[in-house]
């Protein structure tokens, strides 16, 4: 069965981006080792260097997860990653309207705006036997108040960012009960990944 995990890079308070919606703080373990890891699009040149349990992670995930399910706020920020996500997989943009210039002819962007639970299941249409990642903390709030997410994934960064954009920002269902982690220390970051319990 295919799961939906949730991806995201986190403060140790709990923020995925600063005050001022920048991210390099909260991603910053990606470039804190000697291990190279490219990622899989060919085109984006895009490479990481991590320490060597990131690395083993970050392969690992990256072949797990055959296609992407994002917000609108996260597109736009990537500038629609050029038209192919950098993992080289289908991705999905929840969003109440296509963006002017899109769809754009050979990419593989898609846009869902009839709601979260139509773009997880095409997103799992997509996917195939590999799971669908979810990145943006809107659209992961969306999936787990829906409960629709199998797995919440979170790079716990080792830093504080005292205020920005929460992860969690009063989830509906709360307390939600997660099961133990699988824990991998990094250099600078925490890799914990929860199963999530459903009712």
Excluded at 80 to 106: K, L, N, Q
Aim: aromatic share 8%; with cysteine; hydrophobic share 45%.
């Amino acid at each position: 069965m295919t799961k939906v995990i949730a991806l995201m890079s986190m403060s140790l308070d709990g923020f995925v981006a600063d005050a001022d919606d920048g991210v390099a703080e909260v991603f910053d373990w990606y470039f804190s080792g000697d291990i190279e890891v490219p990622t899989a699009s060919a085109s984006s040149g895009m490479a990481f260097r991590v320490s060597q349990p990131s690395a083993d992670h970050l392969q690992s995930l990256v072949a797990e997860i055959g296609a992407m399910l994002t917000g609108r706020r996260t597109f736009d920020r990537a500038d629609g990653w050029g038209g192919t996500h950098p993992w080289d997989i289908p991705a999905f943009v929840v969003t109440h309207a296509v963006p002017d210039g899109w769809p754009r002819p050979g990419s593989t962007v898609h846009f869902v705006t009839d709601g979260v639970e139509s773009a997880v299941a095409q997103a799992k249409s997509a996917a195939g036997p590999k799971s669908v990642g979810v990145h943006g903390a809107n659209t992961i709030q969306q999936c787990l108040d829906a409960g629709l997410l199998d797995e919440i994934h979170i790079d716990l960064a080792a830093v504080l960012l005292g205020a920005g954009v929460r992860l969690f920002e009063h989830p509906a269902n709360t307390p939600a009960a997660l099961g133990n982690p699988k824990v991998v220390a990094g250099v600078g970051v925490t890799h914990l990944r929860y199963p999530v319990h459903t009712a």
